[in-house]
């Protein structure tokens, strides 16, 4: 049957229903697109034979083939649309530098999509709330306290905060910083907020 | 509380599908037992014989529900949609009986949606194929819904085995409420956690290295 490839990348998404990204299955892409030139380009030459040898009998078949085109048409859009939601996710997530693991799994023009995404919030984010703008990706949680004691989970150098004092986050060592320079280090899982 | 960046596109709700849906595309992926009304000139290849160059007028076979819902028409006879035996008389019965003791997913696991879908093909049957499935729908909700507020920090697999695709999101939607709430009494409701897809990432890391 027609658009068996199509679906394989939409389950190859759904397979991974936690908002993972997997690798951009080019080749994948490229199979459905054979697939629908071939379709294309069969259903033009009968839709030539039915008008001119007046072949009604071809007419399902084309209806038939046509159906699939827009199939695949919907398969393929789903699958690249549920990318970027996925990719636009993870901005909020990793912040706006990517680990470069999931930076492979991008092709080009997601890459390209996903510096557009970073330029419009960060030219929204310099618009809102006066002269400095505001993060909104900060404060998920609404905060209670200022400050917050934190737990490093790995090895990550060197650390300034506001006041200039530099502070070396090593594993297993314990610190009382402001939150909100920290929210985004938790977010990444090196540091642990740690709540007595 | 879990804050997740990403949000899936939800699928239709009732007869309408939803175009970027993933679960819907799934979904229309389905098989329905299919009869050719007219012949499919050049197409005998899809066909399971495959022998022949067409498909014949009156050939029986399977055809994914997109395809179905495409190629139907109510007043031309192109092809006529049979009823999966789930939906039919016989099961109908077994579910009016007592709807908890089916296996909906080995059943489905698109019980629900296929059946709203196949509302679409004109079939006498029609009005008690949608009574049916509602009465399934009411009387297994009670159970998912009391199983999903009352496991909390177990292994939840036997109680979503047996559920439909539909009844494993209320029961997933249900924990989370459940989680949430639970957190929020042991006053961690305002603990900042690292992203589940960072630390997802993280354990296929490690299980890639170990292999």
């Known amino acids: 049957m027609f658009c068996e490839k199509a679906v394989e990348l939409v389950r190859e998404l759904h397979r ?3 908002g993972q990204l997997p690798a951009f299955n080019e080749d994948g892409i490229r199979q459905v697109l054979e697939e629908m030139k071939a379709l294309y380009e ?17 007419i399902p078949t084309i209806k038939f083939r046509h159906c699939s085109l827009l199939r695949n048409q919907r398969c393929t859009a789903a699958y690249l649309y549920d990318r970027l939601l996925r990719i636009r996710a993870l901005r909020w997530e990793y912040g706006s530098v990517l680990p470069t693991t999931i930076r492979f799994h991008m092709c080009a023009e997601e890459l390209e999509w996903f510096n557009q995404y970073k330029k419009s919030l960060a030219t929204y984010m310099r618009s809102l709330g006066g002269e400095e703008g505001l993060d909104i990706t900060q404060d998920m949680k609404p905060p209670k306290s200022l400050y917050i004691e934190v737990r490093c ?6 650390f300034e905060i506001d006041d200039g004092t530099v502070i070396l986050l090593k594993k297993n060592s314990q610190h009382f910083l402001p939150r909100w320079k920290c929210e985004q280090l938790i977010r990444q899982g090196v540091l642990e907020h740690v709540i007595s | ?10 699928p239709g709700v009732g007869m309408e599908e939803n175009f970027f849906s993933l679960d819907d595309i799934l979904l229309s992926h389905e098989r329905l037992p299919c009869r050719t009304d007219t012949a499919f000139p050049k197409l005998g290849f899809l066909e399971k014989a495959g022998e022949t160059h067409d498909i014949p007028e009156g050939t029986k076979m399977e055809m994914p529900m997109w395809l179905a819902k495409g190629l139907y028409e109510r007043k031309r006879h192109v092809i006529s949609v049979e009823l999966p035996k789930v939906y039919r008389e016989g099961w109908r019965t077994v579910f009016g009986a007592d709807a908890n003791v089916v296996d909906l997913h080995k059943m489905g696991p698109y019980y629900y949606g296929l059946g709203s879908q196949m509302l679409h093909f004109e079939n006498a049957e029609n009005p008690e194929i949608a009574q ?29 085995e047996r559920l439909d695709c539909l009844e494993r999101a209320l029961f997933r939607s249900g924990q989370n409420g459940l989680n949430a709430f639970q957190l929020w009494e042991r006053g961690r409701a305002s603990q900042l956690t690292a992203s589940s897809l960072v630390t997802n990432y993280r354990k296929r890391k490690i299980t890639e290295l170990q292999s």
């Not at chain 2, 509380?1 to 939800?10: E, H």
């Not at chain 2, 499935?133 to 177990?154: P, V």
């Open chain 1, 42 to 58: 069969q259903n033009q030459s009968d839709v030539n034979e039915a008008k001119t040898e007046g072949k009604t009998e071809l």
């Open chain 2, 1 to 10: 509380m879990d804050t997740q960046s990403y949000m899936p596109v939800p």
């Open chain 1, 153 to 158: 989970l790995k090895d990550h150098g060197e």
């Open chain 2, 132 to 160: 049916s499935i509602l009465q399934t729908f009411i009387s297994r909700f009670r159970r998912t819904m009391d199983s999903s507020q009352n496991a909390y920090n177990e292994d939840t697999s036997v109680l979503v």
């Open chain 1, 16 to 18: 991974m229903s936690d």
